[in-house]
């Protein structure tokens, strides 16, 4: 499945479908063909996506700091970090609850 995220105050925003369930899950939302997410939830939703991309941040700087005790080097991380895929969805959001404007799924 492919996500296509609207809003009447930003441009789409597209996700692969699991990128797009694992960023559904962590603002709390149930992954599914349709959704809406409601202005009055851009803040909890914004706080928790930029809360798990702070956590995968530290979890990789404190796995980098391990690998460099033991005298190794992790390899450079593989695709798209959380923070790449959160980050439009974000930007969305910050637009849209001050416009009062929903962000859609699958409508």
């Given at each position: 499945m492919i996500y296509k995220f609207k809003s009447k105050a930003a441009g789409d925003v597209i996700m692969m479908g699991p990128n797009g369930d694992q960023v559904l899950r962590l603002i709390g939302k149930q992954p599914g063909a349709t959704g809406i997410i409601e202005p009055a939830q851009m803040p909890a939703a914004i706080a928790a996506l930029e809360a798990a991309v702070a956590q995968d941040d530290a979890a990789r700087k404190q796995a980098e700091q391990e690998a460099a005790a033991e005298g190794k080097k992790l390899?450079?991380?593989?695709?798209?970090?959380?923070?790449?895929?959160?980050?439009?969805?974000?930007?969305?959001?910050k637009r849209a609850q001050p416009a009062d404007a929903g962000i859609t799924w699958g409508v």
């Open positions: 390899p450079p991380v593989e695709g798209v970090g959380l923070r790449q895929r959160a980050w439009p969805l974000v930007e969305m959001m």
